[in-house]
């Protein structure tokens, strides 16, 4: 019999302890930060509806969905031969394993709209699932912790959400760069050039300005069938430089005839002068980047992208302004906004800008009771119990083996103490403690033990 290969599928990944330990550090960070700022957790199914997911995120997006057989024999009645793949998709999948938090949390609030305060603030830290190529950085299953709120359309939430991104960075010890556009800015753009119909196209093409630069940029455009002149009309705005006050003003008077195109200015003048005010964002560098246009077709006002200063990657955090998302689903004039922190590269870049501080074998074990038989074992069962519930996390040997090999556990996982318990010790009710990086041994009650595995 042929051993079977063992493996991942692509783009998936194992994590293993002192991997998941760092990793849980990030989350509760980010956890804690949302409960500060007011936010409310909530959970949706790894599932949704073929029909809730498809269309949200354009072609690209679509296209990416990984969606799920029905059961039992999904083929009866179809036929294949006269079938498109999409049209023998939809007959064979109703459902799709999700693509972001945001598209369902637009379902949720739609279905649970009766149960719920507005504004609503919400945040949820699951997994998402893309059919994306995999390279460094970009996986096919990764988590993302979200951040929403809506049914307010105050420009305070969109303040608040870039003081949550310094606050969470600044706790990693991460350098960070916020980016900040407005759809509404690149409508208006694109309606001074004299292309309203191929915003799709301008932005998805302008989104790859960093990665691609300027020439592939125009190179794609032009196959988008948008003309020279619409080009070299664009172009400025791409390269325009200098502070965020000094794009807006030179934005005011491209943008003069295109109403949507102020209001957009307006709406970034009003956050800019929120995060502006003295020590609100003391740490992130924020910048205006008019070549940020997030892919995504919901998105209506504002948009953010964090980039890492430290290590050169893709986005590490995105998000913005969604005016009517929850209306596909029935329920209209329901504006939001939220972020989505990318867990998977923030967890790369942390580790490896901490990787001679960070210990390998990282412990949450401060002490292992060494296993000398049945009696010893009901002795130290007692004492380990109360140290548990002293909020010491400790644990008993499960075997009776030699002491060297009891010891050689104790290394393998850093556990900076072990705890000796013989019948000397049991007669006089006390323990004999070991720090394995001194190799010092003391003799100790209970209360004295506990006070020295508290430290």
Sequence with gaps: MNKQKTGNPRGTRDFLPYEMIRRNRIFHIIRTTFE???YLPIETPAMENLSTLIGKYGDEGDRLLFKVLNSGNFMEGIDILNSTVNQMAVAICEKGLRYDLT?????????????????????????????????????????????????????LNEAELIM?????????????????????????????IGCENKITDITVAIDKMEKIGLEKVKEELLSKNISETSIQQLQPVLLMEGTHIE???????????????LKGIEELETVFDYISQE??????????????????????????????LQIETGSITGGGRYDDLTGIFGLSNMSGVGISFGIERIY???????KNQIDTTEQTVRALFINFGKQEEIYCLKALKQLRADNVCAELFPD??????????????????????????MELQKFTLKNMQTGQQITLNYEELLTTLSK
């Design 164 to 192: 949550m991104i310094d606050t969470i960075f600044s706790k990693l010890n991460m350098d960070v760069c916020i980016k900040i556009n407005n759809r509404k800015i690149l409508s208006g753009i694109a309606h001074v």
């Design 400 to 425: 009776n083996l030699k002491l060297q090999k009891q010891m050689k556990y104790a290394n393998a996982k850093n556990i900076p103490y072990v705890i000796l318990a013989g019948e000397n010790e």
């Design 247 to 261: 794009k807006l003003k030179q934005l005011k008077d491209i943008l003069q005839s295109s109403e949507t195109g």
């Design 36 to 38: 500060h700022f007011g």
């Design 103 to 155: 598209v369902p949390f637009a379902r949720f609030v739609v279905q649970h709209q009766q149960e719920i305060s507005l504004p609503f603030k919400r945040y949820q830290i699951q997994p998402v699932w893309r059919a994306d190529r995999p390279q460094k950085g970009r996986y096919r299953e990764f988590y993302q912790c979200d951040a929403d709120v809506i049914g307010s359309n105050s420009l």
């Design 279 to 308: 020590g609100l964002v003391p740490n992130a560098k924020v910048e205006l980047d008019l070549t940020l246009a997030r892919g995504l077709n919901y998105y209506t006002g504002t948009i953010f992208e964090v980039k890492s």
């Design 348 to 354: 790369d870049i942390w580790s490896e800008l901490n």
